[in-house]
């Protein structure tokens, strides 16, 4: 069964970085899609980046978008989020979900059969 741990959130000040990452016991690791999504408090989870298994290419959601940067480590079965230019709008629990073979847009959507229990990221204004 293939379980996942997301360790790095904190509080960081508006402006500010942070790397949180998604540790997962499967292997290969290889073969496996892997995202991030939010829930933010009384909002719904939102899809934020996902990294392909096979070709590494990435898939941001356009809030997002050149501010995180999503990067997988196979040898080590991790995954990386950094977040730059924060801002209090991506105050939010985030979680790390992953799949075996999907594309891209399959994980974007939500259906996925793994999820980890998350980290809260905190940005203060």
């Known amino acids: 069964q293939v379980q996942l741990v997301e360790s790095g959130g904190g509080l960081v000040q508006t402006g500010g970085s942070l790397s949180i990452s998604c540790a997962a016991s499967?292997?290969?690791?290889?073969?496996?899609?892997v995202g991030w999504f939010r829930q933010a408090p009384e909002k719904e989870r939102e899809f934020v980046a996902a990294?392909?298994?096979?070709?590494?290419?990435?898939y941001y959601a356009d809030s997002v978008k050149g501010r995180f940067t999503i990067s997988r480590d196979n040898a080590k079965n991790t995954v990386h989020l950094q977040m730059n230019n924060l801002t209090p709008e991506d105050t939010a629990v985030y979680y790390c979900?992953?799949?075996?073979?999907?594309?891209?847009?399959?994980?974007?959507?939500?259906?996925?059969?793994?999820w980890g229990k998350g980290t809260l990221v905190t940005v203060s204004s």
């Open positions: 979900a992953a799949d075996r073979l999907v594309s891209l847009s399959a994980l974007a959507q939500g259906s996925v059969n793994t």
């Open positions: 499967v292997r290969p690791f290889s073969l496996y899609t």
């Open positions: 990294i392909h298994w096979s070709s590494d290419a990435a």
